[in-house]
């Protein structure tokens, strides 16, 4: 599951700086190791410090920066079974981007593509007919995720379709 992404060295040791999702803070302050980039390979964690939303880690085999360097934008993910568990109703990214989203009324608007996270809540870029689509992902609009379906029927307020 992708927690983050390497931002740049931090220091003389080897540390990375991370950029890290901002609902998985946690499961990265606990991590006893990290897979980076899209081959995921595996790194032991021997240090992690929150810093400012951020995370500076220290990681088994990465001494120097110039190999910290090596790592510079790489996809940060743990394994699934070390994230937080969630709450009733709550869904990790990887199970809705790809959802159908559709309208109470049966309109298709097309499929979640990307999940941006604002602070006051995630929103759901979904690409469709209409073009891309910011979807809150609150209450007041999206009513139901039916994994099983692959749909995420939403209620659209004013202003949310492009003219």
């Not at 939403?154 to 949310?160: A, D, F, N, R």
Request: net charge neutral; with cysteine; aromatic share 4%.
């Amino acid at each position: 599951m992708e927690v983050g992404r390497v931002l740049r060295p931090w220091g003389v040791r080897g540390e990375v700086k991370i950029e890290v999702l901002a609902s998985r803070l946690a499961d990265v302050e606990r991590a006893r190791r990290v897979y980076l980039g899209e081959e995921a390979r595996p790194f032991d964690v021997q240090r992690a410090r929150s810093q400012r939303g951020a995370m500076q880690l220290k990681l088994t085999g990465c001494d120097t920066p110039e190999q910290a360097e090596v790592l510079r934008g790489l996809v940060v993910s743990i394994a699934l079974r070390d994230a937080s568990p969630l709450r009733p109703n709550q869904y990790y990214h990887h199970e809705i981007i790809g959802l159908e989203v559709v309208t109470l009324e049966g309109a298709a608007l097309g499929r979640i593509v990307e999940i941006l996270e604002t602070g006051a809540n995630d929103v759901y870029v979904t690409r469709g007919p209409r073009g891309d689509v910011l979807i809150p992902a609150r209450v007041e609009v999206v009513k139901q995720i039916d994994l099983d379906a692959g749909q995420v029927r939403v209620m659209l307020l004013p202003g949310l379709l492009p003219e």
